[in-house]
């Protein structure tokens, strides 16, 4: 992957995670990956439609994965998908809190695990600077 694919990538998310929406100007330490949304283990598709901006915290928690299981129901859920899914659709917040508006926000939420209290700590410092 070339320079000019990253850097298309960073400047079509606006410089955020595509999953929980963090800023990279927030964490100015720790540089975002060009995520896979479908993994290189399953497919070898670097094209711009199968990649994602993503904070570490996301892409370490998503890794591999297309999909999950509702822990109430045990029915596959699929994850969001950057690409085809608008954002809005399926996450919303509640004060520093993300929340999911579909099964799909609220299974990526979960394995993405992006309400933990370190990471809704941040966002509430976030949320005092305008930054979110």
């Known amino acids: ?3 000019a694919l990253r850097q298309f990538v960073r400047t ?3 410089q955020r995670c595509e999953y929980c929406r963090l800023p990279q100007i927030a964490a100015p330490y720790l540089l975002f990956h060009i995520e896979h949304i ?4 399953h497919v070898k598709d ?3 439609e199968n990649l994602a901006l993503a904070c570490p915290d996301c892409n370490r928690h998503k890794g591999p994965n297309l999909v999950t ?11 969001f998908q950057p690409r085809r899914d608008v954002w809005e659709n ?14 799909v926000g609220q ?26």
């Open 1 to 3: 992957m070339d320079a």
């Open 69 to 79: 299981l509702n822990s109430l129901t045990r029915e596959i859920v699929r994850l």
């Open 38 to 41: 479908e993994a290189q283990q």
């Open 107 to 132: 299974a990526t939420i979960r394995l993405l695990q992006i309400n933990t209290i370190e990471r809704v700590e941040m966002r509430a410092e976030l949320l005092n600077f305008g930054d979110i």
């Open 12 to 14: 079509r998310a606006e």
């Open 90 to 103: 399926h996450f919303e917040y509640n004060g520093a809190i993300l929340e999911g508006r579909s099964p």
């Open 46 to 48: 670097d094209s711009p």
